[in-house]
T-cell receptor, first 114, second 114 residues
Framework: AQSVTQPDIHITVSEGASLELRCNYS??????LFWYVQSPGQGLQLLLK??????LVQGIKGFEAEFKRSQSSFNLRKPSVHWSDAAEYFC????????????FGQGTRLTINP | ETGVTQSPTHLIKTRGQQVTLRCSSQ?????VSWYQQALGQGPQFIFQ???????GRGNFPPRFSGLQFPNYSSELNVNALELDDSALYLC?????????????FGQGTRLTVV
């Protein structure tokens, strides 16, 4: 069965600092991987996705993620965070036909210190 | 804005009652999925509808049911509400067809069962 683990429940970084959010997945085939962001009381917004090809993917808002098959990881990074990046971040794995059925991690809450 | 709209935004129901949540898919999409997000958790897949037929179901009891209409809008029905059904219910629309795709989420319906 597919599963996603986000080891960090809560991360605090200072504004302007770099950020890395960890994601490990378990899936029997080549996974479709996603990062979503959720502001309080809101729905999910797609930051980026990996289907195939280049293992370093660029997303919106200056985020990027790297797919590492050997480590079953898909970590999210940003070189310099802004106060507006404070939110909940979810990693998800989708079935082979794309984002038709997603399995989500439990999320990482990001707090930004001024 | 994703083009996926859900109604109502908030709802309070009493244990044992029935509830219907609605979702209007993004134009051109033929698939809708429903997710339940309990407080502090990642979304969990309830079921998916493709061309008005159920196309997969997560680990939810039969009292969770759905419909998809010819215009690809959708309903989620929950009978015999329990306190644990209190959650944010998210609808996601996508296009199931050739090639890779992604899911677009609505803002969600916050259901409180008292």
């Amino acid at each position: 069965a597919q599963s996603v683990t986000q080891p960090d429940i809560h991360i605090t970084v200072s504004e302007g600092a770099s950020l890395e959010l960890r994601c490990n997945y378990s899936y029997g085939a080549t996974p479709y991987l996603f990062w979503y962001v959720q502001s309080p009381g809101q729905g999910l917004q797609l930051l980026l996705k990996y289907f195939s090809g280049d293992t370093l993917v660029q997303g919106i808002k200056g985020f990027e993620a790297e797919f590492k098959r050997s480590q079953s990881s898909f970590n999210l990074r940003k070189p310099s965070v802004h106060w507006s990046d404070a939110a909940e971040y979810f990693c998800a794995v989708g079935e082979i036909q794309g984002a038709q059925k997603l399995v989500f991690g439990q999320g990482t809450r990001l707090t930004i210190n001024p | 804005e994703t083009g996926v709209t859900q109604s109502p935004t908030h709802l309070i129901k009493t244990r044992g009652q029935q509830v219907t949540l609605r979702c209007s898919s993004q134009s051109g999409h033929n698939t809708v999925s429903w997710y339940q997000q309990a407080l502090g958790q990642g979304p969990q897949f309830i079921f998916q509808y493709y061309r008005e037929e159920e196309n997969g179901r997560g680990n939810f009891p039969p009292r969770f049911s759905g419909l998809q209409f010819p215009n690809y809008s959708s309903e989620l029905n929950v009978n015999a509400l329990e306190l644990d059904d209190s959650a944010l219910y998210l609808c996601a629309s996508s296009f199931l067809g050739l090639g890779d795709t992604e899911a677009f989420f609505g803002q969600g319906t916050r259901l409180t069962v008292v």
